[in-house]
């Protein structure tokens, strides 16, 4: 993938965040299935854990209800105004998390770790091709403690019927 059409994509995807991000987490209101399995194997005392792609907080307002005990939670975030609501809802996260701005395509701002756990729930579509997708991974996982662990969610759009018949060919759209 050229890098024009990597920006153009990633533009568009900042963009649809910082616009729709009230609209976006007011669809989001529940776990996703998994979580609990998650939630499971993580360190039972003292978890640092990066949840990638975090949100509006989410997860960690789902860890807070019942997560490990001393749990070091910290979410990173490219969109400012899903982070906004991350922060205000941070009574309802675990104590002491902090939400960062930032890519994971960035190393400046990647926290550096270690951690014992990394997310990526929902993220890796985001990111315009396998070699950026791998890179992240790349990257995130040297930022893990020995035996840490990272868990994601890889989404197959081109196999699920309700997303096939709403997708645009790259020439057809507005920004392409």
Do not use: K
């Not at 929902?122 to 791998?134: I, K, W, Y």
């Amino acid at each position: 993938m050229d890098e024009a059409t990597r920006a153009a994509l990633r533009e568009i995807n900042r963009a649809f965040y910082e616009e729709q991000a009230e609209s976006f987490d007011a669809t989001r209101d529940h776990p996703w299935p998994g979580w609990e399995r998650v939630r499971g194997a993580l360190p039972e005392d003292g978890c640092r854990l990066l949840d990638a792609g975090c949100g509006s907080g989410r997860f960690a307002r789902f860890l807070a209800e019942g997560g490990p005990a001393g749990l070091s939670y910290t979410g990173l975030d490219t969109s400012r105004a899903l982070l906004e609501l991350a922060r205000a809802r941070a009574a309802s996260a675990p104590p002491g998390a902090r939400f960062v701005e930032g890519d994971l395509l960035d190393d400046a701002v990647l926290p550096s770790g270690p951690f014992d756990a990394i997310t990526l729930f929902g993220v890796l579509h985001h990111l315009p091709g396998s070699d950026a997708r791998v890179a992240a991974i790349a990257r995130l996982a040297s930022r893990l403690a020995p035996g840490g662990r990272v868990f994601a969610t890889i989404w197959r759009f081109g196999s699920d019927p309700r997303v096939t018949g709403r997708t645009l060919d790259w020439p057809a759209h507005p920004s392409g």
